[in-house]
């Protein structure tokens, strides 16, 4: 596609409801980022995807978050059991090569998640 | 956490004026990036300035770096009310894939 698309824009989930955010990378890039940016703050990094591999998932804030990218390209965050504190702006990247070594990294617009 | 602070962290200023924006980091770094982002929207990339470079120019930006101080400035020579937005630095560094984002700037542009 011509972008990264994220689907939903917006979700709203009582606590305690499961979540699935959607990422479309840009055709053809290895590597997809998850990023949680929460309100007034500076994206942080969740986890890292070259192709299929996960190759870092230390960013992830607990059990309940997971992430998959089964055939490289589209990529799926999962939040279990959703609390307030998971209220936060999701922003998925991707970049052409492996990593972000030198190469700009492109957003999608994110989800918006707010757990009530 | 991030990975260090952006000065000021909300800048107001008037159209035709520059605008100067600061980020300090706190590990060595492989390349350093500045990325605009406007409300509700996801990030674009500006500009990215290597490690071994010391000043880069794109259009109105101009991006420093001097890495015995760990810090970069972005500047914005005559700014337009479309600047308006929120700007951030981002590092990434050996051994790690990701950036790694400071806590941004909040740039106003009044026309």
């Known amino acids: 596609g011509a972008g990264v698309s994220q689907s939903p824009r917006y979700k709203v989930a009582k606590r305690g409801q499961d979540v699935a955010l959607r990422c479309d990378p840009i055709s053809g890039h290895v590597s997809l980022f998850w990023y949680q940016q929460a309100l007034g703050q500076g994206p942080e990094f969740l986890t890292y995807f070259q192709n299929e591999a996960q190759l870092d998932k230390s960013g992830l804030p607990s059990d309940r978050f997971f992430a998959e990218r089964p055939e490289g390209s589209v990529s799926t965050l999962k939040i279990q059991r959703t609390q307030q504190e998971d209220s936060a702006v999701y922003l998925c990247?991707?970049?052409?090569?492996?990593?972000?070594?030198?190469?700009?990294?492109?957003f999608g617009q994110g989800t918006r998640l707010t757990v009530v | 956490s991030q990975q260090g602070e952006e000065d000021p962290q909300a800048l107001s200023i008037q159209e035709g004026e520059n605008a100067t924006m600061n980020c300090s980091y706190k590990?060595?770094?492989?390349?350093l990036q500045w990325y605009r982002q406007n409300s509700g929207r996801g990030l674009v990339h500006l500009i990215l300035i290597r490690s071994n470079e010391r000043e880069k120019h794109s259009g109105r930006l101009r991006v420093t770096l001097d890495t015995s101080k760990k810090s970069s400035s972005l500047l914005i020579t005559a700014s337009r009310a479309a600047d308006t937005a929120s700007y951030f630095c981002?590092?990434?560094?050996?051994?790690?894939?990701?950036?790694?984002f400071g806590s941004g700037t909040r740039l106003q542009v009044q026309p």
């Open positions: 590990t060595s770094i492989n390349n």
């Open positions: 981002a590092t990434d560094r050996t051994g790690r894939r990701a950036l790694t």
């Open positions: 990247a991707s970049s052409q090569s492996g990593g972000t070594g030198g190469l700009e990294a492109f």
